[in-house]
């Protein structure tokens, strides 16, 4: 039997009343595989345990010993803070691809994308994040996206329609990350402005596209290109009157299906890109400090091993 790395079981009353266990080495497991857990309707969590934490608390208690200033994860600068030497160095090791010993963004890849994104805030970080991904990879967004910010190419919303009305609409969801969908809360997003998907339909689309289910899919098409009614409220409580044609509606179908499945969702790219920049903040200002703790956390699991 196998045993997922950060799945965790939550149920209301001991797991055994629920579902067969079984031992697995020193672990109780469910005997049940994920997807049923889930069919059964219980909640399966993920809890990751990441060796950058251990990095960044044993960084701060050197910094502490070394220069006496004392400050918590917390405490560090907001990511947007203009004109902090130390939050502006955070940003240029990444436009620069200085990035060892930094979350995330180690590998050859990310290092490509953050140089050319060139990062100036946490949505940027986030966007780095969710782009190193098989689908937006696929599809060019990582060119895309930098191009596009930096105003080599223009947010452009052709491919799709040549209608006004449509354009703003589509802009309205897809605007902040430069026409990009790179997140599944967009594609979603996007689903409610077409369609008029509620937030039962959204949740189907984003499973089905997650899961790569062929029937489901064909399920949420169909739904996709019959619309929403002829008007809905928007989740601001404005009103939306749905005015795709069947057309425009089925080329945005063919834009996002492809490369939805192998999507972040924000909030896992919002917390992951937090933290790369904790890291960076970290080795901006005092790399030494930072270093003596990737070692230090280094040997410690060595030696745990």
């Known amino acids: 039997a196998s045993t997922h790395a950060a799945g965790v079981v939550i149920t209301k009353r001991p797991v055994y009343e629920y579902v067969p266990l079984a031992r697995n080495d020193e672990s109780v497991v469910c005997q ?20 950058n934490l251990d990095i960044a608390s ?78 937006p990879l696929k599809a060019g967004m990582d060119r895309s996206y930098a191009a596009r910010k930096s105003g080599e190419e223009q947010v452009t919303y052709t491919d799709f329609t040549n209608d006004p009305v449509e354009t703003a609409a589509i802009d309205k969801v897809l605007g902040a990350t430069y026409g990009m969908a790179i997140y599944q809360e967009t594609i979603m997003r996007l689903s409610t402005t077409v369609a008029g998907f509620d937030a039962a339909q959204r949740s189907r689309l984003r499973k089905a596209m997650g899961k790569k289910k062929q029937s489901e899919m064909d399920a949420c098409l169909t739904m996709w290109l019959e619309g929403a009614p002829k008007e809905f409220l928007d989740e601001d409580g404005s009103v939306i009157s749905p005015v795709f044609s069947p057309v425009s509606a089925q080329k945005l179908w ?27 903040y970290l080795k901006s200002g005092w790399p030494v400090e930072y270093s003596a703790a990737i070692l230090a956390v280094a040997d410690k699991e060595e030696k745990r091993l």
């Open 32 to 51: 049940y595989s994920m997807t049923t857990l889930e069919e059964l309707g219980l909640l399966k969590m993920d809890v990751l345990g990441l060796t």
């Open 58 to 135: 044993t960084a701060l208690d050197y910094i502490r010993d070394t220069t006496g200033t004392v400050f918590t994860l917390e405490e560090i600068p907001h990511p947007s803070t203009k004109g902090n030497t130390i939050v502006d160095g955070a940003y240029g090791l990444m436009a620069a691809g200085r990035t060892s010993g930094l979350f995330q963004m180690e590998s050859a890849g990310m290092i490509k994308i953050a140089q050319s994104v060139v990062p100036e805030n946490l949505d940027d970080v986030s966007a780095i994040v969710a782009l190193f991904r098989p689908g």
């Open 254 to 280: 063919d834009f996002i299906s492809g490369a939805a499945s192998y999507l972040f969702n924000a909030s896992h790219s919002a917390a992951y890109g937090q933290l790369a920049y904790y890291t960076a």
